[in-house]
């Protein structure tokens, strides 16, 4: 099985400040790695699929990228509703997993 | 606007059967190449994937887990259903359906799958 692991597991910033979560793969999956918010009682949210494609209706500040087995989430400039548990997730093989979570906290 | 909503019992008996079914609204069920993915969250927890099937009745099923699910789709009613079977408090847990779309470009590259709608969640207790 694919593992993947998330760096931090939290972390809390600044309204306006840049975040970046990574995933890193324990083995090569190309760029089939998505990333989904979760927000307290809620279902996950899609914002980037393929790495790097932002999914319809993500703000801008949201981006992803890749290297190698290692994959990174961005938000450009924090902002309240941000807070939240950012996941992500692997399409590459069965079982298609996800990571343990990055929990983001608002100062 | 496609909308996906879980529904099955709250509370399932240690050793018992665990039934759960999506309803698709809103939308086409049938159209393109999306799979249909049924995913668990314990509470306090991650996110972990239980098994997906394409419309055709084709499964694919998490390894840890694939002794005792069958998941099952049916067109007519734009639904698809889970059960999962010798249930234990483990199994506990909010329980999602979800879209899987893939992404092709115009040149006809394919760049993956992703979970792009999800249901609500339902919380599934096993408890005597």
């Known amino acids: 099985d694919i593992q993947l692991t998330q760096s931090p597991s939290s972390l809390s910033a600044s309204v306006g400040d840049r975040v970046t979560i990574t995933c890193r793969a324990s083995?090569?999956?190309?760029?089939?790695l998505n990333w989904y918010q979760q927000k307290p009682g809620q279902a996950p949210v899609l914002l980037i699929y393929?790495?790097?494609f932002l999914h319809g209706g993500v703000p801008s500040r949201f981006s992803g990228g890749s290297s190698g087995t290692g994959f990174t989430l961005t938000i450009s400039s924090l902002q309240p509703e941000d807070s939240a548990t950012y996941y992500c997730?692997?399409?590459?093989?069965?079982?298609?997993?996800f990571g343990p979570g990055t929990k983001v906290d608002i100062k | 606007q496609v909308q996906l909503q879980e529904s099955g019992p709250g509370v399932v008996k240690p050793s018992q059967t665990l039934s759960l079914t999506c309803s698709v609204s809103?939308?086409?069920?049938?159209?393109?190449?999306?799979?249909w993915s049924w995913i668990r969250q314990p509470a306090g927890r991650g996110l972990e994937w239980i098994g997906r099937i394409y419309n055709s009745g084709t499964t694919n099923y998490n390894p840890s887990l694939k002794s005792r699910i069958t998941m099952s789709v049916d067109t007519s009613k734009n639904q698809f259903s889970l059960k999962l079977n010798s249930v234990t408090a483990a199994d506990t847990a909010i329980y999602y359906c979800a879209r899987v779309n893939s992404y092709y470009d115009a040149d006809g590259y394919y760049y993956g799958w992703y979970f792009d709608l999800w249901g609500r969640g339902t919380l599934v207790s096993v408890s005597s």
């Open positions: 083995q090569s999956i190309l760029t089939y």
């Open positions: 393929a790495a790097s």
């Open positions: 997730q692997q399409s590459d093989s069965a079982p298609f997993n």
């Open positions: 809103g939308g086409p069920f049938t159209s393109g190449s999306s799979y």
